[in-house]
């Protein structure tokens, strides 16, 4: 028995092309009947906040240091830690905005990743993620479509920084592309064509 975590970052609600291919994915896994719990976590309605100056002091701090005032400030982030820790799978949609992920998408890693937290350093000084066997599966919607070779900023960001600030490595990118063409039509069912055949979701 899994337990999911959905993660949405587009301010568009049914309209939102991310949305609606991170909820079919959602849907597939759902009919795997495997699943336990499904936590949504909408981070246009409960919005990340920015590290500032005060918060930011607080990620520095040791655990041993964190006081009432830490644990008020550090809430939000430690919330997203448990939800991260609690789930098997993580759903994440994301727009492309300027080539890269959403901003509220952005500040939710901002406050997820924290050294002693989501990776320590072991005596050699390399970083070891806390989370191993999860797996994240990504719904990128973009207006235009990836040219072969560009960089891809979405994608390949968020592979590296899952693999290594947390230790996540299997990570899966469905795309939904061209969204602002004219007489775009969205069509989800080849673009999960072959969901079931790629993950194995026993
Ligand atoms: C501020 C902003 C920046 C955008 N930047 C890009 C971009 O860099 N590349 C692209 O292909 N589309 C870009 N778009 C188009 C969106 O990626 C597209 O509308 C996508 O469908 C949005 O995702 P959603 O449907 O899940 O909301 C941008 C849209 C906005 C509003």
Same mark, same amino acid.
């Given at each position: 028995?899994?337990?999911?975590?959905?993660?949405? =970052? =587009?301010? /568009?609600?049914? *309209?939102?092309?991310?949305?609606?291919? =991170?909820?079919?994915? *959602? &849907?597939?896994?759902?009919?795997?009947?495997?699943?336990?719990?499904? @936590? $949504?976590?909408?981070?246009?309605?409960? @919005?990340?906040?920015?590290?500032?100056?005060?918060?930011?002091? &607080?990620?520095?701090?040791?655990?041993? *240091?964190?006081?009432?005032?830490?644990?008020? *400030?550090?809430?939000?982030?430690?919330?997203? $830690?448990? #939800?991260?820790?609690?789930?098997?799978?993580?759903?994440?949609?994301?727009?492309?905005?300027?080539? +890269? $992920?959403?901003?509220?998408?952005?500040?939710?890693?901002?406050?997820?990743? /924290?050294? +002693?937290?989501?990776?320590?350093?072991?005596?050699?000084?390399?970083?070891?993620?806390?989370?191993?066997?999860?797996? @994240?599966?990504?719904?990128?919607?973009?207006?235009?479509?990836?040219? #072969?070779?560009?960089?891809?900023?979405?994608?390949?960001?968020?592979?590296? $920084?899952?693999?290594?600030?947390? +230790?996540?490595?299997?990570?899966?990118?469905?795309?939904? &592309?061209?969204?602002?063409?004219?007489?775009?039509?969205?069509?989800?069912?080849?673009?999960?064509?072959?969901?079931?055949? @790629?993950?194995?979701? =026993?």
């Amino acid at each position: 028995m899994k337990n999911i975590l959905h993660i949405i =970052s =587009s301010a /568009r609600g049914d *309209l939102s092309y991310s949305n609606r291919l =991170s909820s079919l994915i *959602l &849907e597939k896994l759902l009919q795997q009947h495997t699943i336990n719990k499904v @936590v $949504v976590r909408n981070l246009i309605k409960d @919005v990340p906040p920015y590290a500032d100056e005060v918060s930011i002091h &607080e990620f520095y701090k040791h655990p041993a *240091l964190y006081d009432e005032q830490s644990k008020k *400030l550090l809430s939000y982030a430690n919330a997203t $830690v448990d #939800e991260v820790r609690q789930a098997d799978i993580i759903v994440i949609g994301t727009p492309m905005f300027n080539l +890269g $992920v959403s901003t509220p998408l952005k500040a939710w890693l901002d406050q997820l990743i /924290r050294a +002693g937290v989501t990776y320590v350093f072991d005596e050699q000084w390399n970083r070891v993620g806390q989370f191993k066997s999860k797996k @994240v599966y990504l719904a990128i919607a973009s207006g235009g479509r990836n040219t #072969e070779g560009a960089p891809d900023y979405i994608s390949d960001y968020l592979k590296d $920084v899952f693999r290594s600030y947390t +230790g996540i490595t299997d990570v899966e990118t469905y795309r939904i &592309e061209g969204t602002m063409e004219s007489g775009f039509i969205a069509d989800y069912e080849s673009i999960l064509k072959d969901f079931y055949a @790629v993950n194995d979701l =026993s």
